[in-house]
């Protein structure tokens, strides 16, 4: 009897692990409410902005959340590019 092979990692999958939920507070975090209606063109981002409803959004309408996750990728890419922050002096 063998084993079955493990299942594969997914290692540099930056996505791999994070909740939705996380995805939305890292954007709201780096962009903003505005900054993230302006990205995607969501009611539930500029009208009385909140996680909760946000969430509500995004779980129903799977384009948005694609739009949401590949505008998170390009945070991360962008945020690699930049590189850490230099200290003054």
Request: glycine share 6%; with cysteine.
């Amino acid at each position: 009897m063998s084993t079955p092979p493990p299942p594969p990692t997914q290692a540099r999958n930056p996505q791999h692990g994070k909740t939705l939920e996380a995805i939305l507070t890292e954007l709201v975090a780096h962009y903003g409410w505005d900054g993230l209606a302006q990205r995607v063109a969501l009611r539930c981002f500029s009208r009385e902005p909140c996680i909760t409803s946000s969430l509500k959004v995004l779980r129903k309408a799977p384009w948005a959340r694609e739009k949401v996750e590949s505008l998170y990728l390009f945070m991360l890419r962008d945020l690699r590019r930049a590189g850490p922050p230099r200290a003054a002096g």
